[in-house]
């Protein structure tokens, strides 16, 4: 148990379904962030939040939307998904970045979604 | 254009041995090191790190390398439990801009065999 879950764990939709992935955190952080991993490749930064502002959007599709309502709370919203966005979706948090210090983010165990 | 390589993806080894996993870099503002586990259907999970101010962190039988003059890291297993079966995450970020951001290589898949 990392302190942080995500739900749904495993997800299938299709491509002119709307869903939202949710993550919640225990660790009292006020960072939190999305991650996408597809086979294979790195995990890639999608979104990060400081303190419920959005400080990162790492060039990501609009049929991705992301919420912060609080900072132990994020969504992410899909809508008009398609195949292609098939993947592992993980949320992270972390204490606010401060230069110079470390910056080790916590992992939850991921939805996995697949894009019909 | 990856910033952090792991151009191993999977290493098999027996339990008991050295298990040596490695990590290359190109940005040289990296200056913060990390390493994570992950099993499958589970998130990665933090292992161990390391500063650019040091050239070796140890924590039980986990020990990371850092070499900055050829950009590489490696994380030593030692001696190599069945457990310690996973992929293996890299990742650099730089603590004095870029927000901390963590840039992850692409793993290796260490398996430990009885």
């Known amino acids: 148990e990392t302190g942080v879950t995500q739900t749904p764990r495993h997800l299938v939709m299709g491509m002119t379904n709307k869903k939202s992935l949710k993550c919640e955190q225990h660790?009292?952080?006020?960072?939190m962030y999305w991650y996408k991993q597809s086979a294979k490749k790195p995990l890639e930064l999608m979104f990060v939040?400081?303190?419920?502002?959005?400080?990162e959007n790492n060039s990501v599709p609009s049929r991705f939307s992301p919420e912060c309502p609080n900072s132990s709370h994020l969504f992410l919203h899909l809508h008009t998904l398609q195949p292609e966005d098939s993947a592992l979706y993980l949320c992270?948090?972390?204490?606010?970045?401060?230069?110079?210090?470390?910056?080790?983010?916590?992992f939850g165990a991921g939805t996995r979604l697949s894009v019909l | 254009d990856q910033q952090v390589k792991q151009n191993s993806p999977s290493l098999s080894v027996q339990e008991g041995r050295i298990s040596i996993l490695n990590c290359d870099y190109t940005?040289?503002?990296?200056?913060?090191f990390l390493w994570y586990k992950k099993y499958p259907a589970e998130g990665p999970t933090f292992l161990i790190s390391?500063?650019?101010?040091?050239d070796k962190n140890e924590d039980g039988r986990f020990t990371v390398f850092l070499n900055k003059s050829a950009k590489h890291l490696s994380l030593h297993i030692v001696p190599s439990q069945p457990g310690d079966s996973a992929v293996y995450f890299c990742?650099?970020?730089?603590?004095?801009?870029?927000?901390?951001?963590?840039?992850f290589g692409q793993g290796t898949e260490l398996s430990v065999k009885p």
């Open positions: 660790l009292g952080h006020n960072a």
């Open positions: 940005n040289s503002m990296f200056d913060y």
């Open positions: 992270a948090s972390s204490q606010v970045w401060t230069p110079g210090a470390k910056n080790i983010q916590y």
């Open positions: 390391i500063s650019s101010i040091k």
């Open positions: 990742a650099a970020s730089s603590n004095y801009n870029q927000g901390g951001k963590l840039i």
């Open positions: 939040y400081n303190f419920k502002e959005q400080t």
